[in-house]
């Protein structure tokens, strides 16, 4: 006897194994995707403390560095050091002052410089000369000396030298070989802003 075969049946249970494997995979897919997204957002997490961290290991390295340095001296001898410089200045300024009251002044409304220059002598044959303006203390000033010899006549210009209790010209030195022979004469003419002078002659003899 033949076996009849119900076509809808077959087609129905066929649709509903198709059925079965889509939901499946649909809830694969889901998970598959709630998966991924979960992994991207913790390397995101990841990725903005590593570079918070940093930049705030940055910052505070910066701020290490730009932190001035202490000095290592003891506290006592800063202060000591601090103490002597002021006291030194006030003393430069009242030394100022009571020579701008005392020192008289020329037609030019400029103090009277008493320049002082030294005799000139010689050492490992070099001629030397030097001065000092005695009567006023300054820091800024032009020393210069005039050497003349004759027809011959020529200027040094030296720099003046700090000094708390009156003012100094550098010294001049020159080759003895580099002065012609004979009776030369040298006096130094001293100008600043506040002051200028001229002192006497001082004579010497290159042989």
């Not at 889509?22 to 809830?27: A, K, Q, S, Y």
């Not at 044959?125 to 800024?140: M, P, Q, R």
């Not at 020393?143 to 000094?163: A, E």
């Not at 003012?167 to 001049?172: F, G, K, L, M, R």
């Amino acid at each position: 006897m033949a076996t009849k075969i119900n076509k809808h049946k077959r087609n129905t249970n066929g649709f509903t194994l198709l059925g079965i494997m889509g939901w499946i995979l649909l809830v694969a897919v889901i998970c598959f995707g709630a998966l991924v997204g979960w992994k991207l957002f913790q390397d995101d997490n990841t990725t903005s403390d590593t570079s918070e961290s940093s930049q705030t290991q940055d910052i505070n390295t910066a701020d290490v560095d730009n932190k001035p340095k202490e000095s290592t001296e003891p506290k006592e001898e800063q202060d000591n050091k601090t103490t002597a410089g002021n006291e030194a200045k006030a003393k430069t300024d009242e030394l100022e002052k009571r020579q701008s009251a005392e020192v008289e002044k020329n037609e030019n409304g400029l103090k009277k410089a008493n320049v002082v220059l030294n005799e000139p002598y010689e050492v490992d044959g070099k001629v030397i000369v030097s001065s000092t303006i005695t009567n006023i203390v300054e820091t800024e000033g032009d020393c210069n000396y005039v050497f003349t010899n004759g027809s011959s006549s020529f200027t040094k210009k030296t720099r003046v030298l700090p000094n708390a209790k009156n003012t100094v010209c550098e010294a001049v030195m020159l080759e003895k070989g580099s002065l012609d022979a004979g009776k030369w004469q040298v006096k130094l003419e001293y100008k600043s802003n506040y002051a200028e002078g001229v002192s006497e002659t001082q004579t010497f003899t290159i042989q």
